[in-house]
């Protein structure tokens, strides 16, 4: 298995605080990626990384931000949390897509918004 | 804007029949198509990956292939197991970008 570890992988929280999702990696690739897995929806693209301090937004960035200060380690944000953003939240990491190369996943934060 | 649409969204077979599983995308502008394997409670574990300029790729009894042109791509899972039994994604990049797009997904179900 890829070194992928997400924390916390389970988390019921409350309308209005913010929480931050953590992805660990120890193969020290290059990309990083945060995607959320719905129902009716599959796998979107939330933010993704492509170095230190280098982010890009993705498709259903609105509400959450990112942060990558060192290369093994990039934290998503959800600064107020909504009901909406009750989903499964992935990380992945690949040195590149667009270049062919594979992308790991990790296994899964499950986020409950009450 | 790029959409992968996977249809059937399920689909339930006995053992040992051959499959075919079908991707489909609405811009043929990319640079590479993955399939990918998702158990319940999981996350999604890559199969194959086809670049444009392939037209095939083959692992064990999985074979993959790409009509980029025709925006299509099947993945044919041969003698199908009970362990094969998994939700099966598709997704391609857009314009060669690290924005991969994903289908929904298709759950088989292969019965003993």
């Known amino acids: 298995d890829a070194g992928i570890t997400q924390s916390p992988r389970h988390k019921v929280t409350e309308t209005g605080t913010p929480v931050t999702l953590r992805c660990h990696q120890t193969?020290?690739?290059?990309?990083m990626y945060w995607y959320r897995q719905d129902p009716g929806h599959g796998l979107r693209l939330i933010h993704y990384?492509?170095?230190?301090?280098?982010?890009d937004k993705g498709e259903v960035s609105d509400g959450y931000s990112v942060s990558r200060s060192k290369t093994e380690d990039f934290l998503l944000t959800l600064e107020s949390a909504t009901s909406s953003q009750t989903s499964v939240y992935f990380c992945?990491?690949?040195?590149?897509?667009?270049?062919?190369?594979?992308?790991?996943f990790g296994e899964g934060s499950w986020l409950t918004v009450v | 804007k790029q959409e992968v649409t996977q249809i059937p969204a399920a689909l339930s077979v006995p053992e040992g029949e051959n499959l075919v599983l079908n991707c489909s995308f609405t811009?043929?502008?990319?640079?590479?198509l993955q399939w990918f394997r998702q158990d319940p409670g999981k996350g999604l574990t890559s199969l194959l990956l086809?670049?444009?300029?392939?037209r095939e790729q083959t692992s064990g009894r999985l074979n993959a292939s790409l009509d980029k042109s025709s925006g299509r791509s099947t993945l044919y899972i041969a003698a199908s197991q009970p362990g094969d039994s998994a939700t099966y994604l598709c997704?391609?990049?857009?314009?060669?970008?690290?924005?991969?797009?994903f289908g929904k997904g298709m759950k088989l179900t292969v019965n003993p």
């Open positions: 086809i670049q444009s300029s392939q």
């Open positions: 990384s492509y170095g230190v301090k280098d982010t």
């Open positions: 992945a990491i690949s040195e590149s897509v667009s270049s062919g190369n594979t992308i790991y």
């Open positions: 811009d043929s502008a990319i640079y590479n």
């Open positions: 997704a391609v990049d857009q314009g060669g970008s690290e924005k991969l797009v």
């Open positions: 193969e020290n690739h290059r990309y």
